[in-house]
Structure formats: C-alpha cells, structure tokens
DNA sequence: ATGGCGGCTCGCAGCCGA
C-alpha cells in the first residue's frame, strides 16, 4: 500500500499583506498540503488571493480590520474543503477572527483530514480582562472540540498557541515564571485543551529540543535565540502516530522583514 | 523595571503584540 504524505504548516505571518513575498517562496519551497496562516491583520478583502491562486493554492479566510485573522490554504490540485467553520459558533458574542477549521478528503484515507488554524489570545498581562478572556477562549476551544469530534477523528489543530507549554520551551524559565505566556493557569488551559486527545507532535517526536517558534524583534532575541515555543501542531492519536517529521524553519527569521514567528512544519505519512 | 521593534489605524500618536 503507498503512504499517503502529507505536509501541515502553521505560520504566524504579522501581516499577510506584509509577508506576501515569503509566504509565496515558502509555498514554492515547501509546496505543503496546508498552510494554516494566523494574525492576517486584515478583513478578507485584503487577503492577497489572486497570488496565492497563482501559486497553485485555495484560501478559506477568516479575516479581520487590523487585527488577527487566520486563514487555512490548501492545493488547488486537490479536493477542496468539504466543510468550514469559522470561530466556535457558540453563540458568545466574540469578534475576533481567531479560528477556522476546515475538512478535507484525502485520497487513500477511509477518514477525513480536519485541519484547524488557531490564534489564541495574547492574554497581555497575568490578570488582566485580556486574560481572562483567554483562559475563556482555551475552555471554549475544548468544547468545540467535544462537540464537533471524537478522538479517533484524523484532527490537526496548528497555530500559535501564545502558551509555552513548560520550562523547556521557556528560553529564561526564571525570568519568565508565571510571565504572561507561561502562568500556570495559562498552561492548565493549554493542556485542558489537549486532554481532548491530541499529542504535541514537536515535544513527542523530541522530547529535549527547546524548538523555539518566535523570537521577540527588539533586544536581538533572534541572534541570541532567546525564543519560546508557542507554535504548536497538535495532533490527534491515529494522525499524530504517522508523524514522521516536525521542523522550526529559523532562516524564514531571517533577513529582511521577517515575521517574529517562524514556520512549523509538520509531516504525516498517512497509511 | 523599562524600553526596545514592527504593524496597524477615521494615522503623523497610540494601541497591540509576546
């Protein structure tokens, strides 16, 4: 039987309309079977999508005036997405465009591929109404969750989670405790959401690598690796076990206009 | 402890991000 490979990024761009040029020779480099984009900044209408079609990909946008945004891009030689939701539908009265999930066919899959582009809320300050709101928002993820799918269901749930799970994600651990970003009630949300059944495919395939995803633009934090892991890929178990490969792409840090977060990349070699 | 950098907006200053 051929492996069905699949290729999943999840990518903090800051700016779509800043990162077009990167965001196309990523799609050219690394031709992935998704892209899951997150902090458009923009409403859809800004979204740059005659270039993405010519470069070979459909967009399912969820955008957003000046502030967040998420989008999932997948090949246009492929099926387009079965289904599309945007935000929890929960009926909270929330505007910011910070979810979208999509489902996919796959061929050779008796399941379908659900893939969710996720921009957690920043949360500020520890105690701040922004906090709350995120502990809220990571409570809201999960019932979304429940309601919507069963743990044996083919999910990919990427984005930029804005928790670093533990210390090892943490470059300053003792600088950064129970810093907004790595509070304990921050992590308790993060993993409430992940007990729905997913596996952190970075920390289970390396156990010991830090696998920092954002490096701050002032104080040459890039240059001193001084990062956090927010970006994630979580998986559920039958999808996570056919990962084979997670990588951080640090030269997209690189150069001129970078976005602060670099790409995470993720391989699944479905059976 | 602060500010630094970058991107956004009923923009040339202030807000937000992480």
Known sequence: MTKQSIKIVTWNVNSVSQRLDRMLALLDREAPDFLCLQELKGDDGKFPAEAVAGAGYRAEVFGQKGYNGVAILSRMDAS?????????EDGVDDPAARFIAATYEIPGSAKPLTVMSAYVPNGQ???SEKYI?????FQRLRKYLDAHHKT?????LVGDFNVAPADIDVYDPVAWREHIHTSTRERQGLHQVATFGLVDTWRHLYPDEPGYSWWDYRQLSFPQNKGLRIDLI???????GTCTEVRVDRNERKGEKPSDHAPVIATFDLA
């Open 80 to 88: 387009p997405a079965v289904t599309v939701t945007r935000n929890f």
């Open 234 to 240: 979580y998986a559920t178990v039958p999808l996570a």
């Open 125 to 127: 300050s520890v105690g």
């Open 133 to 137: 709101y995120k502990l809220e928002w």
């Open 152 to 156: 044996t269901d083919l999910v990919a």
